[in-house]
């Protein structure tokens, strides 16, 4: 049967720490926009047979790494043509381990699986405290991000070691230390931190958006019980939704 000009597409949201369930409902409502779109949801890469038969590929995930042999299909997937719109957390490792000596939390960030960030382009491998920061337009002519001006955002800044060829279209500044994290191969000599940047793969594309931090009262169990305060990050800015809006519309056309 002829699919005509449907649009298959596959949502990944899953994972850990984060408001899940709000960030897959947003989501869905901006595909749902689309009406060339139908869209398949799962919650990780199990379903690699489904996901590499569609069209593009759209990633909210936390500590959500594929198996090696999922990660190979992903690999084969983009580099055939396809393109994928991850986002936030979708290039994270995260491991807690003993509280340092003020009990303050310690995470390391290992790399597990490096062909898969290799293929995102990047890995995560630490934020400061979350608060306020500016994000701005890195390539102003650039469609994904012309006209969008430079705003605010109370958001994970995220640190990460970049893979292979990268255009940064959005970007924020950051140079300090951060206490937290065990890592610092985020560091370099710029303090420009990549926001949005699209990456190429093979004869595919990788177009990755670092922002869209949300956390719920229960979001941190085991770690916490409750966490105090919801946090919704960039999803309280319309600038977030329009770079996702044209994120989608870009992910739908082919290359």
Not at 68 to 84: F, H
Not at 112 to 129: I, R, T, W, Y
Not at 177 to 185: A, G, K, P, S, T
Not at 210 to 216: I, K, P, Q
């Amino acid at each position: 049967m002829s699919k005509a000009d449907r649009i298959d597409v596959y949502l990944v949201a899953g994972g850990k720490y984060h408001n899940i369930d709000f960030a897959r409902l947003e989501l869905l409502k901006l595909l749902a926009e689309q009406p060339r779109i139908k869209v398949q949801v799962g919650a990780d890469y199990s379903a690699i047979e489904e996901i590499c038969a569609c069209d593009f590929l759209i990633t909210y995930t936390c500590d959500v790494v594929p198996t090696e042999a999922q990660t190979l299909r992903l690999i084969d997937w983009v580099k055939s043509g396809r393109k994928w719109f991850a986002l936030h957390g979708t290039n994270s490792v995260l491991r807690f381990l003993e509280p340092a000596a003020d009990g303050g939390l310690r995470v390391d960030c290992p790399e597990e699986n490096v062909p898969f960030m290799e293929m995102l382009g990047s890995q995560f491998m630490a934020h400061p405290p979350i608060q306020p920061y500016e994000v701005h337009a890195t390539d102003p002519t650039h469609p994904l991000v012309r006209d969008i001006p430079v705003f605010t955002v109370d958001d994970e800044l995220y640190l990460c070691k970049m893979h292979g060829e990268h255009q940064t279209l959005m970007h924020c500044n950051w140079q300090d230390d951060v206490q937290e994290f065990v890592r610092d191969d985020w560091k370099k000599d710029s303090a420009i931190q990549p926001v949005l940047y699209l990456h190429p793969y093979g004869a595919g594309e990788v177009l990755y958006f670092t922002l869209g931090h949300c956390r719920g009262k229960y979001d941190m169990q085991p770690l916490i019980e409750e966490y105090p305060e919801p946090e919704d990050g960039a999803w309280k800015t319309p600038e977030y939704y329009e770079v996702l809006r044209r994120g989608i519309a870009w992910a739908m056309q082919p290359l």
